[in-house]
């Protein structure tokens, strides 16, 4: 019978499934410290069609992740048994490719009766941070840019936070993709633009007014369709343009005015700690222009290392052990969702933390 009882401790083992998209991936944290990360991925196969086919990787996954896990335990030093909780991401992602983590994650956690913790995957961006600053502790102001996710939010405790603002179409993530199609880069499109930019300089006339309606909304889809028509009234009039000059400038636009936004909120809410996450966090011209705004206004910039950014195991292990200093665990009942909202979690009232 499955009937775990999740003990509190102060650095509690825990193991952290992830297999949103197209990384099979498995680490182990004991408390914040990070002791095996391992990612299995398609992303060569999937570039070979452009972008993710959801079949192709969820049989990637189904191959792949007995093995992953195994070799996270193993390079973690530790034993099964050691394990105190199983964090797998539910939601959002991949339907398919979720429930390959998912019931893998079940079965593991019932054939050694541990906790089963279910984490939103865009909260194990949020929580990336916490593994790189130890004494990493709200409150703070969070940039989250990732492929499907763009906002600014208020983290007032583990337990709580604000969504201050949010894109209102494209993800930030996904117009790079996007652009990165048009310029004629392989997936993923995000560091075929960085790379391509650095060649090139912010000289071409982009759409700088960002705001979707004001305040720290985002909205992207004009700014991807500048550059799209940019590129096709070039290739029509058969003239040349510096496709360096393009990404460079894109990228300028695209990213400038999420520094400009993250600083402001941190300036309105009066805290003094930045935080960042998600996949486009691992941009090197982001990661800059952050540091440099934070320095200027006197702001502490906590920022996870660029392997934290893309999608790994080892952020869904620490918003896991988020959620298990909060008590919340999951039972046999859980299923992949592949759309939640940004404060989803899952508990199950009658398997509190054992004092």
Request: charged share 20%; hydrophobic share 45%; net charge negative.
């Amino acid at each position: 019978m499955y009937s775990p009882v999740l003990e509190k401790k102060e650095n509690p083992i825990i193991l952290g499934i992830e297999s949103s998209c197209d990384e099979t991936a498995a680490a182990v944290i004991c408390g914040r410290k990070v002791l095996s990360n391992e990612i299995a991925s398609s992303a060569d196969i999937q570039a070979l069609y452009g972008g993710v086919v959801p079949e192709i990787a969820s049989r990637a996954h189904t191959d792949a992740i007995a093995k992953v896990v195994e070799k996270a335990v193993q390079n973690a030093g530790i034993t099964y048994d050691e394990i105190d909780a199983v964090a797998v991401t539910y939601g959002a992602g991949l339907l398919g490719a979720l429930l390959v983590g998912v019931s893998f994650a079940k079965a593991f956690a019932f054939a050694l009766n541990k906790p089963l913790i279910a984490v939103n995957h865009i909260r194990g961006h949020l929580a990336a941070a916490y593994l790189c600053e130890n004494s990493l502790q709200p409150p703070f102001i969070t940039l989250l840019a990732s492929g499907g996710h763009t906002a600014v939010l208020h983290t007032k405790s583990e337990a709580e936070f604000e969504i201050l603002g949010a894109t209102l179409d494209d993800a930030v993530g996904e117009a790079f993709d996007k652009v990165a199609r048009v310029l004629g880069l392989k997936y993923p499109g995000g560091p075929n633009i960085e790379r391509l930019a650095k060649d090139g300089e912010a000289v071409i006339p982009m759409p700088k007014m960002l705001k979707g309606g004001g305040g720290y909304n985002f909205s992207y889809s004009g700014l991807k369709t500048a550059v799209i028509n940019y590129c096709h009234t070039k290739e029509q009039k058969g003239e040349t343009y510096d496709k360096a000059d393009v990404a460079a400038s894109f990228q300028s636009a695209a990213l400038d005015v999420l520094v400009e936004k993250t600083v402001s909120a941190a300036k309105e809410k009066g805290v003094t700690c930045v935080t960042a996450g998600g996949g486009v966090v691992a941009n090197g011209y982001l990661r800059q222009a952050l540091q440099t705004a934070c320095q200027k206004e006197g702001l502490t910039l906590v920022l996870p290392e660029r392997r934290f950014c893309t999608d790994n195991a080892a952020m869904i292990a620490a918003e896991g052990l988020v959620q298990y200093s909060l008590g919340n665990v999951a039972d046999m009942t859980l299923n992949a969702k592949a759309s939640i909202p940004l404060s989803a979690t899952l508990s199950t009232p009658q398997n509190p933390i054992k004092k």
